[in-house]
């Protein structure tokens, strides 16, 4: 199994930045990208960031392109969602999830019912 823990989350005022922390453990050979997602109060859970851990590759959703940056340390298996400029829409509960299927990483965003690797979440408040 794997197990995703995240971190980082808070409170920040619009224009804020708070960077989330996602560690795995236990058997991470399993996967071989990670990702962010997040679920706001009434609505579904969307994609928001990946990476394929072996190449370093990224994909974002447009709404956080250009201010949200997902990186990792493979040496400590941790995956990093930095953001920036937030927004009151960016309020969300934020979760870390991975999977090791053969797809592209704009299908591992879209196609949520498919990961089998989910953390617990963090949340995130942006107020105006």
């Known amino acids: 199994q794997v197990q995703l823990v995240e971190s980082g989350g808070g409170s920040v005022q619009t224009g804020g930045s708070l960077r989330l922390s996602c560690a795995a453990s236990g058997h991470t050979y399993k996967y071989n990208c990670m990702g962010w997602f997040r679920q706001a109060p009434g609505k579904e859970r969307e994609g928001v960031a990946a990476?394929?851990?072996?190449?370093?590759?990224?994909y974002y959703t447009d709404s956080v392109k250009g201010r949200f940056t997902i990186s990792q340390d493979n040496a400590k298996n941790t995956v990093y969602l930095q953001m920036n400029s937030l927004k009151p829409e960016d309020t969300a509960m934020y979760y870390c999830?991975?999977?090791?299927?053969?797809?592209?990483?704009?299908?591992?965003?879209?196609?949520?019912?498919?990961?089998?690797?989910w953390g617990q979440g963090t949340p995130v408040t942006v107020s105006s």
């Open positions: 999830a991975a999977d090791g299927a053969d797809y592209g990483l704009r299908t591992f965003l879209s196609a949520l019912e498919n990961i089998p690797y």
């Open positions: 990476i394929f851990t072996g190449s370093g590759s990224t």
